[in-house]
């Protein structure tokens, strides 16, 4: 018994190192499917795949046109929190329809703590969002050239940068 529990514990960490690995090497988690994990790991693994998703399921729209209220229903338009909106429901997460609400949503992240999948908010009060793909870079939407990404860590973005949220 004593044997079967050390190979567990060293199985898991082999197992969780090769996780790591994966999402460092090819920025998605690789489980393999007969594996057995701690709840962190899982979470970890969950949290990073779902952000991916949510990340790619926003570059997807990249250059659509900003239209400022525009409806949840449709992915021929965006504006800001419509986009976190959509891709945020490929992942199952429901956010609500403004970047205000969106920004009471979830947990309070610092700037210097903001990992791909959070989301960034902007103006006081707050009424821009995007979301934080890595690398200090954004995707959101606000008038031309659409749906795009940029950089919050100069210029206009640092400057009014407010607070982020991790839903995931």
């Not at 990340?55 to 997807?60: N, T, V, Y």
């Amino acid at each position: 018994m004593n044997f079967i529990l050390r190979k567990n514990t060293l199985t898991n960490k082999i197992a969780a190192a090769t996780v790591a690995l994966s999402i460092a090497v090819t920025g998605v988690a690789v489980l393999p499917a007969s594996q057995s994990f701690g709840t962190t790991e899982i979470h970890a693994a969950s949290a990073t795949s779902k952000a991916n998703t949510a990340i790619s399921a926003a570059r997807a729209q990249l250059g659509k046109p900003y239209k400022f209220g525009a409806s949840t229903s449709t992915t021929r338009m965006f504006d800001c929190s419509s986009l976190m909106k959509y891709a945020f429901n490929k992942v199952g997460i429901n956010l609500p329809r403004t970047s205000k609400a969106q920004s009471k949503a979830g947990k309070y992240v610092s700037k210097s703590n903001l990992k791909p999948g959070d989301l960034v908010f902007f103006y006081s009060p707050i009424s821009h969002v995007g979301l934080y793909i890595g690398g200090g870079k954004v995707v959101h939407t606000y008038g031309d050239p659409g749906v795009t990404i940029d950089t919050i860590n100069s210029g206009w973005w640092s400057k009014n940068y407010t607070t982020a949220r991790r839903v995931l």
